[in-house]
């Protein structure tokens, strides 16, 4: 029997998840709402750090865009226990342990916990050079479900590629929102709901969470939309569209 994860939105690709007796945090933002580096978050956090509490395991995908670590999200993963991001996020942010897509570590606890580190593409693969480096992680522990945390991975194809990996991911976080900029183009630099109904048909099983989808401006496919979408693909069941702030239990199952 796997055991359900408790999973809380803290808004944009920042969840907290209460997994294997650990409290770990997908892509710290803790910023208020404003400019910030030429992007414009529109909504603040749906709880402080202090809220939040102590974390145990931050997982950053990538340190140099603020939708995905800003100013105040730096000072938490400095203060997680372990705070895991790419090679070269490690060596702009001192104190976060740098990753290659394949590596792993195991953290201890109550449960061991083995994480590994999976490919993400952040756009077009024209684009990705000037996006990245960027990853994703998987989390593993007897008795809990395996979760996927996408990252901002852009590509179905590098998606197949993890999924031949991992088949047994039973929780997958998308980070989805279609997010688009001027200076890289129009086509999206996260998954949009088209291509994530691709992504979750590697995991028919898994149960989807769209996150990156709510707080931030260029986000094209906003909340509202982007679960609309994956229902309309015929997903409408496997999906847990997260409320902000409260807690959701999800999986759990024999």
């Not at 203060?79 to 394949?102: D, F």
């Not at 900029?181 to 149960?207: E, I, K, M, Q």
Request: charged share 20%.
């Amino acid at each position: 029997m796997n055991a359900p994860v408790k999973l809380t939105l803290i808004g944009g690709p920042t969840v907290a998840l209460h997994y294997a007796g650990l409290t770990v945090l997908t892509d710290p933002t803790f910023d208020p709402p404003g400019p910030h580096s030429g992007l414009s978050k529109t909504e603040g956090p749906a709880l402080t750090a202090e809220q939040v509490g102590p974390v145990d395991l931050a997982l950053v995908s990538h340190d140099h865009h603020p939708d995905n670590l800003d100013d105040a999200g730096k000072e938490v993963a400095r203060g997680a226990s372990l705070a895991l991001t790419t090679m070269r996020g490690s060596e702009r942010v001192p104190g976060l342990v740098g990753m290659r897509p394949g590596d792993t570590r195991v953290v201890t606890g109550r449960h061991d916990i083995t994480v590994t580190a999976a490919a993400a593409q952040h756009g077009p693969r024209h684009v990705a050079p000037h996006t990245g480096p960027v990853i994703g992680f998987v989390l593993r522990a007897q008795g809990w479900p395996t979760v996927y945390f996408s990252g901002d991975n852009s590509s179905v194809a590098v998606a197949g590629r993890i999924a031949a990996d991992h088949p047994d991911v039973t929780i997958a976080l998308l980070c989805m929102g279609s997010a688009k900029v001027a200076n890289r183009g129009t086509a999206p630099l996260t998954l949009d709901a088209s291509r994530a109904a691709r992504v979750a048909a590697f995991w028919p099983d898994a149960t989807i969470v769209p996150i990156h989808v709510d707080g931030w401006a260029h986000f094209t496919e906003q909340r509202v939309v982007a679960v609309a979408g994956l229902a309309r693909r015929g997903l409408g069941n496997r999906v847990v569209d997260l409320p902000r702030g409260i807690d959701t239990e999800v999986g759990g199952r024999a």
